[in-house]
């Protein structure tokens, strides 16, 4: 399911995907600011006081270089004067040379403290982001899961929660940071000529332009590759996954998907090649072109100090050209930092655009209690005129139920009979609301089953999918999953494991109920499908559900 949506997904979306690529304006990279009051809100509510802490660490340390600059400069002018003096009379110099190293000093220390700030709030917006997202994920119907665009956006802002949030915030940081500094190395230029200044801050501009120009082509292949990347992943896994490597190693299936592997992963570096290249090069090409203009600079103020001295000192000298170079540095800087806040931008507008889907099935307001009218102990399911299509399959032709009707009645017990893809398995996910019926009615008890309390209603109901889920965890946990709340509980556990069979299972495990099953722990028990099953089987038991629906999984007790 996921290859042929995966396939059809590339073709249908490559054309209007690869005009966007052509429309890169400048406008967008501005249009990234849009996301720093999202990132700065983000990352306020998260810890406050680490956030004002890192902001004012920012703002101090954005002075330090022009502080030092000008220090720089005061040194050299008072070498010069003590040279000039008879007898030399070096007190000044001892005084800056004293504050260069008070300032140097602080600059260190303020690095330090930024660093260990930076570190603890990118752990705490990282951890928060993720748990965001598992909550979020934790809400959402099935068919969202289901659903390819859906799942893609799911997967991006999951696998990004873990790192971008980090790269987010130095970013933004840094980029006040360096926006600070660049602003105090103008002034200080300013002060000796404003061409300066305008010169240097006009040189980096088309360097920035085709760096955001590539940003924009690299996050548009991204996009577009993202189901072809997700391809690679699931190779991946089915390459390195204990589930699978049997029956990859019985059918001979490995070097079919490596192959395919390797085309896929040749193909997007054959592109990588061509665009990082073009980049890096692009990119040297400008920067070039700033070292020539700095130089040209230098000469200048050079000269001035040799032919006008005492308007230019050399002290005046250092700082004209270290003021020059760091002006153009930090302008980079601020330019770049715009660039990273770009893709910061997409990155948040994917998570809170993930963290904006809303659940479509939910409990009503008015939710009902799950009882039966007549006290009999047990429950009436009723289907009545139940029509249900599945998302992106046409009604009239490809409805998976059309008008299914049926009563079942308290203490029943039926077999539902039907040839493979009939509904059987479709019919247990309307019951269970993990989706409703585009027609027609199902009643519990004699009451729409959306009338009840969603959660209530699901304790009602003890099923076991045809893929129950195999959880690498200890028995005790893979039985206790029925009614979590009782995961310690182990007399419910021992009776629920006697009816099922699992407790004769769990006997011959070398920590019983404690025992971690699967094989991805070094201490870990597989299972025998069947002894699977009895446990899984089990986990119905757990819950004084008083429906009990058994998909097939109890095909080899
Ligand atoms: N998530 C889904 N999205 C789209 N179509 C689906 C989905 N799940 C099942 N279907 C389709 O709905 C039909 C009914 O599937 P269902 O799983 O209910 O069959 P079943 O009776 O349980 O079959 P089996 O005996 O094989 O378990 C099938 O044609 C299947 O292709
Ligand atoms: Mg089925």
């Known amino acids: 399911m996921t290859q042929s949506n995966a396939s059809t997904k590339t073709t249908t979306n490559k054309k209007p995907q690869e005009k966007e690529e052509e429309q890169f304006k400048i406008r967008h990279v501005f249009a990234a600011f849009a996301s720093l009051p999202r990132v700065l809100g983000l990352v306020w509510s998260t810890d406050k006081p680490l956030t004002l802490g890192m902001g004012l660490l920012s703002v101090v340390r954005g002075f330090i270089p022009a502080i030092s600059v000008y220090i720089t400069k005061e040194v050299i002018d008072s070498v010069v004067n003590a040279i000039r003096t008879t007898p030399h009379v070096t ?88 926006f600070i500094t660049l602003f105090s190395m103008l002034l200080l230029l300013l002060q000796l000529a404003w061409w300066l200044a305008l010169v240097a801050i006009i040189v980096p501009i088309p360097s920035f332009i085709a760096n955001s120009r590539y940003g924009w082509i690299g ?24 589930d699978y490597n ?133 429950l009436e399911i009723e289907f009545r005129n139940v029509t249900f299509t599945y998302p992106g399959k046409d009604p009239e032709t490809e409805a998976t139920l059309k008008n299914v009707s049926f009563t079942l009645r308290p203490g029943e017990a039926i077999a539902l009979v039907g040839r493979n893809g009939a509904g059987k398995t479709t019919m247990v996910k309307l019951l269970t ?44 946990e893979n039985i206790g999953a029925g009614s979590i709340d009782q995961v310690e509980n182990m007399n419910l556990i021992n009776s629920a494991a006697q009816k099922s069979g699992a407790h004769s299972v769990v006997g011959e495990l070398a920590d019983g109920y404690d025992t971690l099953l699967g094989r991805w722990w070094n201490t ?34």
């Open 91 to 178: 007190t000044m110099v001892w005084v800056f040379v004293g504050l260069q190293l008070v300032v140097n000093l602080l600059s260190q220390l303020f690095s330090t403290l930024s660093n260990i700030v930076q570190q603890l709030l990118q752990e705490k917006v990282s951890n928060r982001v993720q748990l965001l997202v598992l909550e979020k994920a934790n809400t959402l119907d099935l068919s969202f899961f289901e659903d390819a665009e859906f799942y893609d956006k799911l997967r991006r802002a999951s696998e990004e929660a873990t790192y971008k949030p980090v790269q987010m915030i130095s970013q933004t940081f840094d980029l006040l940071r360096t």
């Open 433 to 476: 609301r993990l989706y409703d019926p585009d027609e027609g009615q199902i009643l519990i008890g004699g009451r729409d089953i959306k009338e009840y309390d969603l959660k209530a209603l699901r304790e009602e109901i003890g099923v076991i999918f045809q893929d129950y889920v195999r959880y690498y965890l200890s028995a005790r």
């Open 246 to 378: 049997k029956e990859i190693k019985l059918f001979n299936l490995g070097n079919y998907f490596i192959e395919r592997f390797h085309r896929l992963s040749d193909k997007f570096f054959e592109e990588s090649k061509r665009i990082v290249a073009r980049r890096y090069l692009t990119n040297f090409m400008w920067t070039g072109f700033s070292l020539i203009t700095n130089s040209a600079i230098y000469v200048y103020v050079a000269l001035q100090a040799v032919f006008d001295p005492r308007r230019v000192t050399l002290g005046s000298l250092t700082l004209y050209t270290q003021a020059v170079m760091q002006v153009g540095q930090n302008f980079q800087g601020v330019l770049d930092g715009i660039s990273n806040t770009y893709e910061n931008n997409l990155f948040v507008n994917t998570l809170f655009e993930f963290l904006e889907y809303k659940p479509v099935i939910v409990s009503p307001a008015k939710a009902q209690p799950v009882t039966s009218s007549n006290e009999i102990k047990g």
């Open 524 to 557: 870990g028990t597989q299972l025998s499908g069947g002894q699977w099953q009895k446990i899984a089987l089990a986990r119905a038991f757990m819950r004084d559900a008083r429906i009990l629906i058994l998909d097939e999984p109890t095909s080899s007790l």
């Open 219 to 242: 996050y548009m292949r991204m996009r577009r590759e993202s189901p072809e990347r997700r391809m690679l992943l699931y190779l991946n896994r089915l390459m390195t996954t204990d």
